[in-house]
T-cell receptor, first 117, second 114 residues
Framework: NAGVMQNPRHLVRRRGQEARLRCSPM?????VYWYRQLPEEGLKFMVY????????ESGMPKERFSAEFPKEGPSILRIQQVVRGDSAAYFC???????????????FGPGTRLTVL | GNSVTQMEGPVTLSEEAFLTINCTYT??????LFWYVQYPGEGLQLLLK?????DKGSNKGFEATYRKETTSFHLEKGSVQVSDSAVYFC?????????????FGQGTRLTINP
């Protein structure tokens, strides 16, 4: 059973370009989470999605960032008009279910390292 | 709000030394607490967890006890190995609505020399 897959592992963009980060959850997992890790900082929650639904996007910047998890295919984190401050490691995690208020273990991918020149 | 503070790194030890990585938290209610480990080039893996006060999580020789009175969840191992070299993250999850959202500390890089 393959783990959480993220691609690309490394992405270089120039200021003003768009960045698309992909995440394929583990088989049987229908919940996806995105976290961002800025240099020398811990991971910060960005967004939580289920298939075709955004459940919690309280950690997403208000502009330029969007996320989706379509019925078919991977989850996509999209950053438009990237700036140097977007340079970070972006981690995706997935979990099998969400039952009310209980915590379900999140399985993390290897991350995408975004560098904005 | 909820937050996690970890011992600053990097930490360098010799093989078979005793390890402690401090972690304290601020949270409303009674969060669940976790330690994650990240080996070079890989994603984060859950190392251990504790869901209520006085619980002790343990795995691979690592232990951490949920101390409500000191709001701490320090990671310990009696005898470290070179293969334990990694970055360690302390984290909590909120109770109730938003329980799926993990709050992480900044991470502690551990290097074990032979």
């Amino acid at each position: 059973n393959a783990g959480v897959m993220q691609n690309p592992r490394h992405l270089v963009r120039r200021r003003g370009q768009e960045a698309r980060l992909r995440c394929s959850p583990m088989k049987g997992h229908s919940h996806v989470y995105w976290y961002r890790q800025l240099p020398e900082e811990g991971l910060k929650f960005m967004v939580y999605l289920q298939k075709e639904n955004i459940i919690d996007e309280s950690g997403m910047p208000k502009e330029r960032f969007s996320a989706e998890f379509p019925k078919e295919g991977p989850s996509i984190l999209r950053i438009q008009q990237v700036v140097r401050g977007d340079s970070a490691a972006y981690f995706c995690a997935s979990s099998p279910t969400h039952s009310g208020s209980s915590y379900n273990e999140q399985f993390f991918g290897p991350g995408t390292r975004l560098t904005v020149l | 709000g909820n937050s996690v503070t970890q011992m600053e790194g990097p930490v360098t030890l010799s093989e078979e030394a005793f390890l402690t990585i401090n972690c304290t938290y601020t949270a409303t209610g009674y969060p669940s607490l976790f330690w994650y480990v990240q080996y070079p080039g890989e994603g984060l893996q859950l190392l251990l967890k504790a869901t209520k006060a006085d619980d002790k999580g343990s795995n691979k020789g690592f232990e951490a006890t949920y101390r409500k009175e000191t709001t701490s969840f320090h990671l310990e191992k009696g005898s470290v190995q070179v293969s334990d070299s990694a970055v360690y993250f302390c984290a909590l999850s909120r109770v109730g609505q938003g329980a799926q959202k993990l709050v992480f500390g900044q991470g502690t890089r551990l290097t074990i020399n032979p």
